[in-house]
């Protein structure tokens, strides 16, 4: 059964720094490519970042460049993203997924395994 379970969600003032975590379990994710997206009500889930297993490339969203990293261990088949200088506008639920295929990684849609979300909170 493929699972992933995100962690180090919480409160933060801004300008602060958190770091989720994205623990993979249940196949081999060699070949995917690893996303994180994140959520407001109301709204549609938005592309933040994501990372090719097995290379390493990652893609940002404009929103969170320069202030945010994607990275992965292989050893731990954990994906991380490191917040840094958190906005208030960076409130929102983040999720982490999984997705077979290089192209397109900022649509959604194509992600076919997702975790149960981890909420962000930047108060201002």
């Known amino acids: 059964q493929v699972q992933l379970v995100e962690s180090g969600g919480g409160l933060v003032q801004a300008g602060g720094s958190l770091r989720l975590s994205c623990a993979a379990s249940g196949r081999t994710f060699s070949s995917y490519v690893m996303g994180w997206f994140r959520q407001t009500p109301g709204k549609e889930r938005e592309f933040v970042a994501a990372?090719?297993?097995?290379?390493?490339?990652?893609y940002y969203a404009d929103s969170v460049k320069g202030r945010f990293t994607i990275f992965r261990d292989n050893a731990k088949n954990t994906v991380y993203l490191q917040m840094n200088s958190l906005k208030p506008e960076d409130t929102a639920v983040y999720y982490c997924?999984?997705?077979?295929?290089?192209?397109?990684?900022?649509?959604?849609?194509?992600?076919?395994?997702w975790g149960q979300g981890t909420q962000v909170t930047v108060s201002s």
């Open positions: 997924a999984a997705r077979p295929y290089v192209n397109y990684v900022a649509a959604a849609i194509g992600y076919n395994y």
């Open positions: 990372i090719s297993w097995s290379v390493g490339s990652t």
